[in-house]
């Protein structure tokens, strides 16, 4: 005799199927969300090795400022290969005033475009 059994435990193919969907879509989700990361950090190490450019050029236009006239300086570009990729720096010299105005641009090309770092100082010439 076979008896009936009065408490069958276990899992229905909907609630499997329920479960499965609920699980895709948390790790769709999370990929999203990783990729996000991955890009921001991107941007930010590129930000970070622009500002780090700018600030090498202004301590180098101040160190010269104690030694020569800043006027063959002016107005100027190079262009810089790191790790995080190629930078074009330009920096100029409003010397109509003491101390000088120093602006100092560094850009770079993102994903969503042109991307550009500035660093504006004064120095006693």
């Known amino acids: 005799m076979n008896p009936k059994l009065k408490n069958e435990s276990g899992f229905t193919l909907i609630e499997l199927l329920i ?3 609920i699980i895709t879509g948390g790790m769709v989700t999370m990929a999203s969300f990783m990729g ?3 890009s921001k950090n991107s941007f930010n190490e590129r930000k970070t090795m622009a500002t780090v450019l700018a600030q090498e050029k202004v301590e180098e236009l101040r160190n010269d400022a104690l030694t020569t006239d800043l006027t063959a300086a ?3 570009t ?3 290969t790191t790790p995080a990729g190629p930078f074009a ?3 100029t010299i409003d ?3 003491n101390p000088n105005l120093i ?3 560094v850009s770079w090309q993102g994903t969503g475009g042109n ?3 500035r660093l504006v100082t004064l120095i006693n010439n």
């Open 19 to 21: 479960a499965a969907v």
């Open 36 to 38: 996000g990361l991955v």
């Open 74 to 76: 002016n107005n100027s």
């Open 78 to 80: 190079d262009t810089i």
């Open 89 to 91: 720096r330009a920096w």
């Open 95 to 97: 010397a109509s005033s």
């Open 103 to 105: 602006t100092v641009t």
């Open 115 to 117: 991307t550009q770092a």
